[in-house]
C-alpha cells in the first residue's frame, strides 16, 4: 500500500540551530514529492517540489530538501531556523498512477528563543 | 481573486442536518481539489475536478458526501446527514492542470472547520 511517513511527531529546536525534518514514502512509481508547511488559521504554503533532476532541490523561506530513492526518502533541511518557521509541516507524494497527493501526518516544529 | 477562498471558516452543525461547503479556486484553475484533515493528521484526498467534471471521486468516505463544480470553477461540497466522525477541516486546493502526480503545485485555501454536535 502507498504511504508517507513522517517518524517525527514533534520536534524542537533553538533559534539560530540546524533543522532536519524527516519524511519517507512508500510507492512502487515514480515519486513526484512536496514539502507544505501550516501555519495555525493558514492554508497550506508549497515549500518545495521534485519531479525530476537534480535531487537537491531549493525552495522558499531558506529551506531546502533531497531525495534519495535509494532510501525512499525526501527530508527538509534549514541551515538557521527562525522564529517565524514555527508551524506544521507537511510531506506529500504524488505519483503517475493517482491523480491526487498523499500526506504525511506531519511534524510539529516548535522554535525555543 | 489572488488566493484559494473557502466559505464558511467556521460552521457547526448538529447531526444528522444537512451542510454545504463552498470553495473560489484560483481564476484560470482548471483542476480542483477537496480534502479532509482531522486533527493531528495531514490532509486525506476525497474528490478531483478537472473543469467541470468529477475525475476522480474514489477519496469520498461514503455516499453522504458529494461534491459538484457546474461551471468549471466553484465547487462545493454536501454532505447529507452529518455524523460526529464528520467533524474535520475540509481544505479545497487548485492547480493549472491537474492530472497525473497531484497535477503539479496545488495551491490550498485556509479550510473550513467543520464541527458537528
Known amino acids: 500500500a502507498q504511504s508517507v511517513t513522517q517518524p517525527d511527531i514533534h520536534i524542537t529546536v533553538s533559534e539560530g540551530a540546524s533543522l532536519e525534518l524527516r519524511c519517507n514514502y512508500s510507492y512502487g512509481a515514480t515519486p513526484y514529492l512536496f514539502w507544505y508547511v501550516q501555519s495555525p488559521g493558514q492554508g497550506l504554503q508549497l515549500l518545495l517540489k521534485?519531479?525530476?533532476?537534480?535531487?537537491l532541490v531549493q525552495g522558499i523561506k531558506g529551506f531546502e530538501a533531497e531525495f534519495k530513492r535509494s532510501q525512499s526518502s525526501f527530508n527538509l533541511r534549514k541551515p538557521s531556523v527562525h522564529w517565524s518557521d514555527a508551524a506544521e509541516y507537511f510531506c506529500a507524494v504524488g505519483t503517475d498512477n493517482n491523480n491526487d497527493m498523499r500526506f504525511g501526518a506531519g511534524t510539529r516544529l516548535t522554535v525555543k528563543p | 481573486g489572488a488566493g484559494v477562498s473557502q466559505t464558511p471558516s467556521n460552521k457547526v452543525t448538529e447531526k444528522g442536518k444537512y451542510v454545504e461547503l463552498r470553495c473560489d479556486p484560483i481564476s484560470g484553475h482548471t483542476a480542483l481539489y477537496w480534502y479532509r484533515q482531522s486533527l493531528g493528521q495531514g490532509p486525506e484526498f476525497l474528490i478531483y475536478?478537472?473543469?467541470?467534471?468529477?475525475?476522480?471521486d474514489s477519496g469520498l468516505p461514503n455516499d453522504r458526501f458529494f461534491a459538484v463544480r457546474p461551471e468549471g470553477s466553484v465547487s462545493t461540497l454536501k454532505i447529507q446527514r452529518t455524523e460526529r466522525g464528520d467533524s474535520a477541516v475540509y481544505l479545497c486546493a487548485s492547480s493549472r492542470q491537474g492530472g497525473r502526480g497531484g497535477g503539479g503545485e496545488q495551491f490550498f485555501g485556509p479550510g473550513t472547520r467543520l464541527t458537528v454536535l
Open positions: 475536478f478537472q473543469g467541470t467534471g468529477a475525475a476522480d
Open positions: 521534485y519531479f525530476s533532476g537534480d535531487t
